[in-house]
């Protein structure tokens, strides 16, 4: 079982910058791929950005040049440096591992992009 915890979300101004962790339970480097996935209300979750083992990402049309995922192996943490935020950003963020043979979820963590 892996168990993801996470943080850094809040309420920010347009235009401002959150970063959000998802800490893991075990060693990342155990784990195939990790994400990151947003739901706003009454929208269905849509994924946001996506990092393998090996350090490939991929981002949606929507976020690309202005967020960043990242991982510190050291740390068993995944990172989402979110800048650029805008009102339709808003959303609770998921963090999800993927092994060979299970995926994990978070339990979200909210932000609120409002002036």
């Known amino acids: 079982q892996v168990q993801l915890v996470e943080s850094g979300g809040g309420l920010v101004q347009p235009g401002g910058s959150l970063r959000l962790s998802c800490a893991a339970s075990?060693?990342?480097?155990?784990?195939?791929?990790m994400g990151w996935y947003r739901q706003a209300p009454e929208k269905q979750r849509e994924l946001v950005a996506t990092i393998t083992n090996g350090g490939n990402t991929n981002y949606a049309d929507s976020v690309k040049g202005r967020f960043t995922i990242s991982r510190d192996n050291a740390k068993n943490t995944v990172y989402l440096q979110m800048d650029s935020l805008q009102p339709e950003d808003t959303a609770v963020y998921y963090c999800?591992?993927?092994?060979?043979?299970?995926?994990?979820w978070g339990q979200g963590t909210q932000v609120t992009v409002s002036s």
């Open positions: 999800k591992a993927t092994s060979t043979t299970k995926t994990y």
């Open positions: 075990t060693s990342i480097f155990t784990i195939y791929a």
